[in-house]
Each structure stands twice: as structure tokens, then as C-alpha cells.
């Protein structure tokens, strides 16, 4: 299994540029879920879903949209990137068992510099 | 809402020395606890949990125990390796709806040096 990847490792947009941001992961998880890891702040959660078809806001959603027409792909989207979306990007998956999601894995993050 | 506070560090360490991570949190009811390891250029790595009050999580040496008369889940591993030198995050873990809701610390940045 590669487990969970994501696409590009970096990035640099100018203010107003659009681009998506890869994941994948090929473990059959039901749960994906995208965070923002921060200088001082840890990780926050941006927007998950629970299965193909189904996503729902995280703790900081603006400015970023997901889709999840698949179970393996979970792709977020800016559609006008800010200097304030300038950060580093993981994406996790996780699996259900007896009706509750276990533990997450991490991909290996994507850099985004915004300018 | 649930907290999880832990220093930013960074803690640097000599080989072999003792290594203790703060780490308290708010929560209601009963949370799961974790402890994440992040080396340089990846992405987050589970170290170890614990699910209940007194469980001792334990992993490559390091250990927590989910203290919960002390809402706390220090870190803890009696002689450290460069090997070690990455950032560790403490989390926990609140279920709603049977979906997951991880609250991250921000995370201790541990150096050790040969």
C-alpha cells in the first residue's frame, strides 16, 4: 500500500491564483479529512467527509472547497488563493470500525507559498 | 470547547538524557489522548494513545499516561536518541455522531544533540 499521497510537495501562487491540492490513498478509508498546520498554532481542520459523496466543514473552511466523487481521491480547492491560505496542507484518512472512526494516517503535507 | 496546551519548545536534549513533554487538556466527558510524532519533511505519525483514565500509552520507548485527575498526558522517555529530534504533538480525541473531532496542541519541537 502507498498509503496516503499528496500532490505537489510545493507550490507558489500569486494572490488570485486557483490550483488543487492532491490526495489519494488506497486503503479503502471511509473517513478523509484535510488540515492546515500552522507556525504556533498545530493542526486545524479545514473539511472532511465520511464517505464518497458526502463532505462537511471543518474549523477553518473559507476560501477552500472539497469534493469526494470517489473513496480513494479527497481534492481541495482554492479557488482565489490569499497570502493567508500560505501554509502547509495534510491530508488523513481513517477507517470505521464497530461504528467509529479510528486513528488517522498522514500524508506527507504540501507546502503552499502564496504571494 | 476542548483545549490541548503543550510548549512550543524548543526543547534541546543531550543523548541520553531524560525526556519529559507537558501536555493538559479541556475536554468534556471522557476523550481519547494521543501523541503524534512528526519528523523533518513528512507528515504526522502516531505514537502512542490512550483511550481511558490511567491507561498508559507506549511506544519506541516513549510513554503517557492519561491522567485524569490532572487532565494531563505528559510525554516521557528515559534516554533519547538524535533519532528523536522531530516535533510531537499531543491531541485528543471527542466523537460526534461517530465522527472524529481531533483537537491538536501546537506542537514541541525536540533537538537532540550528539
Known amino acids: 500500500n502507498a498509503g496516503v499521497t499528496q500532490t505537489p510537495k510545493f507550490q507558489v501562487l500569486k494572490t488570485g491564483q486557483s490550483m488543487t491540492l492532491q490526495c489519494a490513498q488506497d486503503?479503502?478509508?471511509?473517513?478523509m479529512s484535510w488540515y492546515r498546520q500552522d507556525p504556533g498554532m498545530g493542526l486545524r481542520l479545514i473539511h472532511y467527509s465520511v464517505g464518497a459523496g458526502i463532505t462537511d466543514q471543518g474549523e477553518v473552511p473559507n476560501g477552500y472547497n472539497v469534493s469526494r466523487s470517489t473513496t480513494e481521491d479527497f481534492p481541495l480547492r482554492l479557488l482565489s488563493a490569499a497570502p493567508s491560505q500560505t501554509s502547509v496542507y495534510f491530508c488523513?484518512?481513517?477507517?470505521?470500525?464497530?461504528?467509529?472512526?479510528?486513528?488517522?494516517?498522514f500524508g506527507p503535507g504540501t507546502r503552499l507559498l502564496v504571494l | 470547547g476542548n483545549s490541548v496546551t503543550q510548549m512550543e519548545g524548543p526543547v534541546t536534549l543531550s543523548e541520553e538524557a531524560f525526556l519529559t513533554i507537558n501536555c493538559t487538556y479541556t475536554a468534556t466527558g471522557y476523550p481519547s489522548l494521543f501523541w503524534y510524532v512528526q519528523y523533518p519533511g513528512e507528515g504526522l505519525q502516531l505514537l502512542l494513545k490512550?483511550?481511558?483514565?490511567?491507561d498508559k500509552g507506549s511506544n519506541k520507548g516513549f510513554e503517557a499516561t492519561y491522567r485524569k485527575e490532572t487532565t494531563s498526558f505528559h510525554l516521557e522517555k528515559g534516554s533519547v536518541q538524535v533519532s528523536d529530534s522531530a516535533v510531537y504533538f499531543c491531541?485528543?480525541?471527542?466523537?460526534?455522531?461517530?465522527?472524529?473531532?481531533?483537537?491538536f496542541g501546537i506542537g514541541t519541537k525536540l533537538q537532540v544533540i550528539p
Open positions: 490512550a483511550t481511558k483514565a490511567d
Open positions: 488523513a484518512s481513517s477507517f470505521r470500525r464497530q461504528g467509529q472512526q479510528e486513528t488517522q494516517y
Open positions: 486503503m479503502n478509508h471511509e473517513y
Open positions: 491531541a485528543l480525541r471527542r466523537y460526534s455522531g461517530g465522527y472524529q473531532k481531533v483537537t
